[in-house]
C-alpha cells in the first residue's frame, strides 16, 4: 500500500508496509545525492572530472543489480509449469549470481546448485536461474537467499523434496581485515525427501561433487 500522506521530503512516497520507495518515486536523484554525500565524506571531490558521473552511474546500477524487489514471483514463473509424470531427482547445478551483501553492500557471488523431486508438476528449466537471480539481485545474506530459492521452488511446486546449496565469495571479508584466507561460504536448505532421507540428500550432494562434463 503506497501512502503519499506518508511522504518524507519532497516526491518521496514510501510504502507504508516495508518502508521502501515505490516505484514512482524519483528514486534516482535519491541515489544520487546520498552517492555524493558519501563521496565528501570520505575526503572526494564529487565536481571532480572522473567522479562528476559517479552518482548518477550509482543509481542507474543499483537498477540493475538490485531489480529482484520488482520481480513479481508468480508471474515469473506461470507460464512455466507443467504436468509431468516423472518422480526423480531434477537438478540445475552452477547456476551463476551476483548478489549484495546487507551487511556492508559489497558484493558476494559464486554458483547456486537447485534439486528437486517433483509433486504433480516440473518447472521449465530457465525458471530457476531466474528464480536464484531474483533473490540474489537484492540486499542479502546468503543463508537466507538460499532458503528464499528453497521455500519459493517449494511453494509453487509442492515437490516431494527441494535442495539449495548456495557458495559463495564475500568481498566484504575478502577485501577487509585479514587477508590470505577466503574460504568460499557455503549454505544449503534441504526441504521435503532430502531433509528426511539421507540417500536421496547424499545422491544430490554426489552429483554435485562431480565436475560437470564438457558436453553440457
Ligand atoms: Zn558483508
Do not use: W
Request: proline share 6%.
Amino acid at each position: 500500500m503506497t501512502n503519499s500522506d506518508k511522504n518524507v521530503g519532497v516526491n518521496i512516497e514510501v510504502d507504508v508496509d516495508n518502508g521502501r520507495f515505490s516505484p514512482d518515486t524519483n528514486r534516482h536523484q535519491i541515489i544520487e545525492d546520498a552517492v555524493r554525500t558519501i563521496l565528501q565524506a570520505v575526503g572526494e571531490s564529487p565536481t571532480r572530472e572522473g567522479l562528476e558521473r559517479t552518482p548518477h552511474r550509482v543509481a542507474k546500477m543499483y537498477d540493475e543489480i538490485l531489480a529482484g524487489y520488482n520481480i513479481d514471483p508468480i508471474a515469473l514463473v506461470n507460464d512455466a509449469l507443467f504436468d509431468v509424470e516423472y518422480d526423480e531427482m531434477i537438478i540445475v547445478k552452477d547456476i551463476e549470481y551476483f548478489s549484495l551483501c546487507e551487511h556492508h553492500m559489497l558484493p558476494f557471488y559464486g554458483r547456486a546448485h537447485v534439486a528437486y523431486i517433483p509433486g504433480e508438476k516440473i518447472i521449465g528449466l530457465s525458471k530457476i536461474p531466474r528464480i536464484v537471480d531474483m533473490f540474489a539481485r537484492r540486499l542479502q545474506v546468503q543463508e537466507r537467499m538460499t532458503r528464499q530459492i528453497a521455500e519459493l521452488i517449494d511453494e509453487i511446486l509442492r515437490p516431494q523434496g527441494v535442495a539449495v546449496v548456495v557458495e559463495g565469495a564475500h568481498m566484504c571479508s575478502m577485501m577487509r581485515g585479514v587477508k590470505k584466507e577466503h574460504p568460499r561460504m557455503v549454505t544449503s536448505t534441504m526441504l521435503g525427501s532430502f531433509k528426511t532421507n539421507p540417500m536421496t540428500r547424499n545422491e544430490f550432494m554426489d552429483h554435485l561433487r562431480r565436475p560437470t562434463g564438457p558436453t553440457l
